[in-house]
């Protein structure tokens, strides 16, 4: 997307979230930082380890949006920088959305046409209606990526406008005033639950090998997998935490 939509987007909404002018200006600008100062993960192959440019049109680069978002969240609840970071979170959500997969029979293929004519062809005119929807909406933080990635990319430059619009609101939303009812009683719930299947698990290593530190290692091995495997646990964390950083 290019910079000035990415901006103009961003101020948009921030005006909408009634962000003073400088906190405004400081998200939007903040919103083309990926692409100035590109973001890069580790990847380990046999051979080799080398630094990768994250894509911003990837579940890598929604990831990145999420990692940058949490960010942001723990920096406004103790009133910190968290223009920076929300800013960057953006880039990526916004990016996101564009359609870059070009139908030829049953395959899709990436297209960098395809992208490019997207992008170069956005309307002027911003609907509020996606904005609207986006600061209204009812979306647990665990939930964010997989709303995001339900509604698809954009398939015409107006699509891919009024989804980067709704992304870009859910997100500020999920940082200034985040949905979390009943998410501390689902949280307590479930790290009672959690905490019964981590004592019966680490006796049943005890149990089986001994009172022995093969036996302390064998539970705590089958604690790990219960918490690795207790999905609702983990997602009632992931909202709390959100909640309260």
Same mark, same amino acid.
């Given at each position: 997307?290019? /910079? ?7 101020? &948009? ?14 998200? @939007? ?44 969240? *723990? ?32 395959? @899709?293929?990436?297209? /960098? ?14 609907? /509020? ?7 209204? @909406?009812?979306? &647990? ?11 698809? *990319? ?49 006796? @049943? ?36 935490? /959100?909640?309260?950083?």
């Amino acid at each position: 997307m290019k /910079w000035d939509d990415h901006r103009r987007i961003t101020t &948009y909404v921030c005006k909408l979230f009634n962000f003073d002018e400088e906190t405004t200006r400081k998200i @939007s600008e903040a919103s083309i930082l990926p692409d100035k100062e590109p973001d890069y993960v580790i990847v380990r192959r046999k051979k080799r380890t080398y630094r990768k440019r994250v894509s911003h049109h990837s579940e890598e680069g929604l990831e990145m949006g999420l990692k940058y978002l949490k960010i942001a969240r *723990k920096e406004f609840v103790k009133k910190g920088d968290f223009e920076t970071p929300l800013g960057r979170a953006l880039h990526y959500f916004q990016d996101y959305v564009v359609g870059t997969e070009k139908k030829l029979w049953i395959f @899709s293929l990436r297209s /960098w046409e395809k992208h490019d004519q997207l992008e170069a062809n956005l309307p002027e005119r911003i609907d /509020w209606k996606p904005a609207k929807e986006g600061m209204e @909406s009812k979306v &647990y933080p665990h939930q964010i990526l997989g709303t995001i990635r339900k509604r698809g *990319k954009g398939e015409t430059p107006e699509e891919v406008l009024n989804l980067a619009v709704y992304a870009t609101a859910l997100a500020v939303k999920m940082v200034v005033d985040p949905y979390v009812e009943g998410v501390e009683e689902n949280y307590q719930k479930h790290l009672k639950i959690m905490l019964f299947i981590s004592l019966l698990s680490f006796l @049943s290593g005890l149990i089986a090998l001994g009172l022995n530190l093969e036996g302390v290692l064998a539970g705590l091995f089958l604690v790990l997998v219960g918490y690795v495997l207790n999905i609702p646990f983990r997602r009632a964390r992931f909202d709390y935490k /959100w909640w309260k950083p």
